[in-house]
């Protein structure tokens, strides 16, 4: 048995480039490589190559939960917004923010300067995302956060009410149900009155349609989860090689989600410092996604856990997509 060598398109980063690692990442890398069914989080998608990935999925044509999600948020925000008085937009997981300035316009429409607070776990595209916003509004008071929200984040203080805390994109789905609803729970704990959270989720629908957007015909979905691997090389001086290991995305009916794996097509080690070798068999996966579908007794579920209840139920006219406005039952 042999550790690989990094080859072609993936050698860019083969040198270990990488600082100290950063040892929370270190323990939970870990212990998601030892359990039975190797198991690394979705949130190490997203290095700044990452989400330059994810922008470019956004824009597949089997992809349809960002352009069907924007297509409620353009159809409704300009009356919403001026409904709920939304001064502060406080968003997780924000990402590019692209859909959210469709909420951001709407704020300023009504004439209130407004602030916006995107919290994001990938520090140099929420930079990067801060710098644009800024220079696309003017008035526009920006207030980056970096962490984590699966992890108790210092909440945003002294915020103007009534805020709107946006969580899009059906990221929501990418937690396991119990990490939802602590994450849910943190929101319902800072929203005073007159807050809302406006949650975007993926819809059950046919699973061909599901399973499509997660392989797409350019392989984008594929390097993607590869680009998982690289992170770990850069960040903990791993030596995986990406194409060793095929992108492997299917529904679970069971549990209504998607799963993205990373299947070793060959027996091997890896060597993690600080870790050690970890041993993959050939055939052997590691699960790096889960994406959780819903409909609305399933969200009316997660709300309940959280002390939360569905105000709006707002589906596309196909009914892939809902955005859902939640407020505190
Ligand atoms: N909201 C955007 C981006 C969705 S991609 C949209 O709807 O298009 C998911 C985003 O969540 C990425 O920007 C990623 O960096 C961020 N993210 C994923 N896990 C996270 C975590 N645990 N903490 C903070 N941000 C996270
Ligand atoms: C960010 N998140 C909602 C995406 C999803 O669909 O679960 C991430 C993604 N994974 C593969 N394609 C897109």
């Known amino acids: ?11 860019r980063l083969s040198a270990p480039a990488y600082r100290q ?19 690394l989080s ?33 159809a ?27 909420i951001i316009s709407a704020m300023q429409a009504t004439g209130a300067a407004g602030r916006y607070v995107p919290i994001d776990v990938s520090a140099s595209f929420l930079t990067q995302t ?19 929200i699966a992890e108790e984040f210092e909440r945003p203080r002294g ?14 789905g990418n937690f396991y149900p119990p990490a939802a609803i602590r994450l849910l729970s943190r929101v319902r704990q800072a929203m005073v009155e007159n807050d809302r959270l406006l949650l975007g989720v993926d819809l059950r629908k046919d699973v061909s349609r599901i399973e499509a957007a997660y392989n797409d015909a350019q392989g984008v979905t594929a390097e993607f989860n590869r680009n998982m691997l690289l992170v770990l090389n850069h ?17 679970e009916k069971v549990t209504h989600r998607i799963e993205m794996h990373l299947v ?41 856990a959280a002390g939360l209840c569905i105000e709006t139920w707002r589906p596309d006219p196909e009914a892939l997509f809902a955005l859902v406005v939640g407020v505190v039952a």
Request: hydrophobic residues 40%; glycine residues 8%.
């Open 21 to 39: 690692p950063n040892p929370r990442m270190l323990a939970e890398v870990a212990a998601g490589l030892s359990a039975p069914q190797k198991e």
């Open 235 to 251: 960040e903990l001086g791993a030596n995986f090689d990406p194409a060793v290991f095929e992108h492997r995305a299917f529904y």
């Open 76 to 102: 409704w925000m300009p009356t919403l917004v001026p409904e709920l008085g939304t001064r502060t937009l406080v968003e997780l997981g924000a990402g590019s923010a692209e859909k959210s300035r469709i």
């Open 1 to 11: 048995m042999t550790e690989p060598r990094i080859s072609g398109k993936w050698a």
């Open 159 to 172: 915020l103007t009410h009534p805020a709107l805390y946006a969580f899009l994109g059906g990221t929501i």
């Open 42 to 74: 979705p949130k190490y998608f997203y290095d700044h190559r990452g989400s330059e990935l994810f922008e470019e999925i956004t824009r597949l044509p089997e992809y349809y939960p960002t352009r069907t999600e924007r297509s409620i948020l353009a």
């Open 130 to 148: 801060a710098v644009q916003l800024r220079r696309e509004y003017p008035g526009l008071a920006v207030e980056p956060v970096v962490a984590d």
């Open 264 to 304: 070793s097509t060959l027996e091997h080690e890896v060597r993690i410092p600080g870790i050690g070798l970890v041993h993959l068999a050939e055939g052997e996966s590691i699960r790096t996604e889960i994406s959780c579908k819903h409909d609305q007794a399933s969200v009316a579920e997660l709300f309940l």
